[in-house]
Antibody
Framework: QVQLQESGPGLVRPAETLSLTCSVS?????????WGWIRQPPGKGLEWIGS???????YYNPSLRSRVTLSLDTSKNQFSLKLSSVTAADTAVYYC?????????WGQGTLVTVSS | EIVLTQSPGSLSLSPGETVTLSCRAS???????LAWYQQKPGQAPKVLFY???TRATGIPDRFSASGSGTDFTLTISRLEPEDFTVYYC??????????FGQGTKVEIK
């Protein structure tokens, strides 16, 4: 059974870059599927950020495209998110998930707060 | 971008009752690629259905889903205490971006 776990700083300064990593166990990300990121501001709904294919192909939410970079590290079975020039509006729980179009396996989520 | 509108925003029911949640898309969802999720407080969402009506592994049959085109529904029969939480729909038809509805909260009366 595939399991995902997010890791990274819980506090990021405004205008800096948010960086998170998702470690996957129980499945090799180099084998197949897209791998995605979704976020949820406190008390609000879900927003898809973007996804990366096992080959490295990416697609992003147009609303965040200019600030988002996704990457893979197949040797560590991990994929990563970088979100630049963050503001308080980027404060959210960030989830990584396996993307089959729908998201069938999720990490537990990690809260990232943007504050000085 | 396809906008999903869920209704109602919230509702109060008693255990044992039946509830139907609605998800309406701003344009037709290609191949009926519509999923439903349940999210409990402090937890990640869990997929209930995909492809509009295909039940995910381990989901009780008191949950059912249907719909096509722009109108989709999730029905929960014989509400159990653990069912009182938030439900989201999500479309993944055609090209990204994938989008979610704003959620429906099912509260206990």
């Amino acid at each position: 059974q595939v399991q995902l776990q997010e890791s990274g700083p819980g506090l990021v300064r405004p205008a800096e870059t948010l960086s998170l990593t998702c470690s996957v166990s129980g499945y090799s990300i180099s084998h197949s599927f897209y791998w995605g990121w979704i976020r949820q501001p406190p008390g609000k709904g879900l927003e898809w950020i973007g996804s990366i294919y096992h080959s490295g192909n990416t697609y992003y939410n147009p609303s965040l495209r200019s600030r988002v970079t996704l990457s893979l590290d197949t040797s560590k079975n991990q994929f990563s998110l970088k979100l630049s020039s963050v503001t308080a509006a980027d404060t959210a729980v960030y989830y990584c998930a396996r993307d089959r179009g729908y998201f069938d396996s999720w990490g537990q989520g990690t809260l990232v707060t943007v504050s000085s | 971008e396809i906008v999903l509108t869920q209704s109602p925003g919230s509702l109060s029911l008693s255990p044992g009752e039946t509830v139907t949640l609605s998800c309406r898309a701003s344009q037709s969802v290609s191949s009926n690629y519509l999923a439903w999720y349940q999210q409990k407080p402090g937890q990640a969402p869990k997929v209930l259905f995909y492809g509009a009506s295909t039940r995910a592994t381990g989901i009780p049959d008191r949950f059912s889903a249907s719909g096509s085109g722009t109108d989709f529904t999730l029905t929960i029969s014989r509400l159990e205490p653990e069912d009182f939480t938030v439900y989201y729909c999500q479309q993944y038809g055609g090209s990204p971006p994938w989008t979610f509805g704003q959620g429906t909260k099912v509260e206990i009366k």
